[in-house]
């Protein structure tokens, strides 16, 4: 039976993130500069790696990783929401919601396990210096993206599988600008505690594990500091750990602001406004801040301009 007639809903209507008239424009242009920042951004990463040989390392693999993610992530929903600003109506069908759903969970789960990989790797590279290239070697680089992709479509399948299972009889007013999965289950008119469950289950596995592990690797690096005799030795450990530390801090804790909370309208309403910055701002923002202070992603752009022809 198609999804349709088994939800009796064949379509949804997104709330967006206001529905006040005048902000529709300037939230309009606002994110659409930073959709293009990303995707500038990303692109330009991933670029960067792949021309530049002396970024062929571990490290840079993961980042190659994490801007393709980000460019997929934000390419899921910003579109689609950019539209929606300047429509009447901001109907997405029932099909293209669950895919967006999917997509979007995929992506969400991968990213915090390439986040917890760059956290082994920084370990590995402070911890155990000597034994980096045995431990980080492309074969197991190559498994823990595996790994993590495998993870994330597993969970984002997961997710999608339940929420076509229930049925959605008259309401179809989503309040988000996007298909993630809390608000959907607030219109189900059949039970949702088969995915409430699901949820803790998944978050447990793919973000309350990711992050345990993220503190257990920075507590071992955070005492391997402390023991260095060398303050400059101190300085560049912190320095080359700095940068994931702000990243992983931004998207794990806005991203447990939406879900860590009860389901209500009005957290639904704070949630928007945080998804905000796990959604858009974050895949912005992480070219900049693994490049800012980073000699090597320097030097690959000089090398990168003096060979491009003007």
């Known amino acids: 039976m198609p999804p349709e007639n088994a939800s009796f809903v ?11 008239p005048y ?37 840079y693999f993961f980042l190659f990783n994490l801007s393709f993610i980000d460019l997929c992530y934000s390419s899921v929903f910003t579109p689609k929401m950019l539209i929606n600003f300047t429509s009447k109506e901001n ?12 997509f979007f969970c995929a992506f969400a789960i991968s990213e915090a396990y390439v986040l917890t990989s760059m956290a082994y790797d920084r370990y590995v590279a402070i911890c155990n210096p000597l034994l980096y290239n045995v431990a980080m070697s492309p074969k197991v680089c190559s498994s823990l993206m595996l790994g993590s992709y495998l993870m994330a ?16 009889c008259d309401a179809n007013t989503i309040n988000h600008y996007l298909c993630d999965i809390l608000p959907p289950l607030q219109l189900s008119c059949t ?24 503190f257990v690797f920075y ?33 794990f804790g806005s991203g447990a602001f939406m879900y860590l909370q009860p ?10 406004i945080s998804s905000v910055f796990y959604t858009n701002a974050v895949p912005m923002m992480n070219p900049f801040i693994y490049s800012l202070r980073n000699r090597d992603i320097k030097l690959a752009v000089r090398k990168t301009l003096s060979r491009t022809p003007f």
Do not use: W
Request: aromatic share 10%; proline share 2%.
């Open 263 to 272: 389901s209500s309208a009005g957290s639904m309403d704070e949630g928007k």
């Open 10 to 20: 064949a379509e949804f209507i997104l709330m967006g993130l206001t529905d006040v």
């Open 153 to 168: 479509f597993s969970g984002a399948t997961a997710h999608t599988g339940c929420m076509l299972r229930l049925t959605f």
């Open 23 to 59: 902000l529709q424009f300037p939230l309009f242009c606002m994110f659409l500069v930073m959709y293009v920042i990303t995707l500038l951004g990303n692109l330009g990463f991933v670029t960067l790696i792949l021309l530049n040989s002396h970024l062929h390392t571990p490290m």
């Open 91 to 102: 109907i997405i069908s029932y099909r293209g919601c669950m895919t967006q759903l999917h």
């Open 191 to 214: 039970s949702t505690y088969v995915n409430e469950l699901l949820i803790f289950i998944v978050l447990s596995i793919n973000v309350i594990v990711p992050t345990i592990t993220i």
């Open 219 to 251: 507590g071992f690096i955070l005492s391997s500091i402390l023991h260095m005799s060398s303050t400059e030795g101190r300085s560049k450990a912190f320095s080359t750990c700095s940068s994931h530390i702000i990243a992983v801090s931004l998207f």
